[in-house]
C-alpha cells in the first residue's frame, strides 16, 4: 500500500507564499516522476508542475516564475513553494506520484487526499 499525504494549505492573501508538502509511504521500489495538481471549483483539474527522479522539472504557464517545485529523494517527500500568489491559485491541491512498486519498470499512478489553497483579494 502506498501513501501520498499533503500537508502545508491554507488561507492566504494575495502576494503571499505558502509551501506545500507531500510525503509517500509505504512498500515501493522507487518514485518516478511526481507532481501537484490542481482542481477549481466548477474547473477541470490541471498539472501545475511536475518533477523527475533527476530533479527534471516542468510548469504550467500561469504558475512559472511564481511556483518552485523540488524533491528530497531521502524522505520520499517533494514540496511546492507558492510564491505571490493570486486569488485564481485558489483551488485544493493534489500530489500525485508515479510508483513503480517493484524492480520492474511498470509504473503506476497514486494521489493524494488534496490540500485546500485558498487566496484571498
Known amino acids: 500500500q502506498v501513501r501520498l499525504v499533503e500537508s502545508g494549505g491554507g488561507l492566504v492573501q494575495a502576494g503571499g507564499s505558502l509551501r506545500l508538502s507531500c510525503a509517500a509511504s509505504g512498500n515501493f521500489y522507487r518514485l518516478n516522476r511526481m507532481g501537484w495538481s490542481r482542481q477549481a471549483p466548477g474547473k477541470e483539474r490541471e498539472l501545475v508542475a511536475s518533477?523527475?527522479?533527476?530533479?527534471?522539472?516542468n510548469y504550467a504557464d500561469s504558475v512559472k516564475g511564481r511556483f518552485t517545485i523540488s524533491r528530497d529523494n531521502a524522505k520520499n517527500t517533494i514540496y511546492l513553494q507558492m510564491d505571490t500568489l493570486k486569488p485564481e491559485d485558489t483551488a485544493v491541491y493534489y500530489c500525485?506520484?508515479?510508483?513503480?512498486?517493484?524492480?520492474?519498470?511498470?509504473?503506476?499512478?497514486?494521489w493524494g487526499q488534496g490540500t485546500q489553497v485558498t487566496v484571498s483579494s
Open positions: 500525485t506520484a508515479g510508483v513503480q512498486l517493484t524492480w520492474r519498470p511498470n509504473s503506476r499512478d497514486y
Open positions: 518533477i523527475t527522479s533527476d530533479d527534471n522539472t
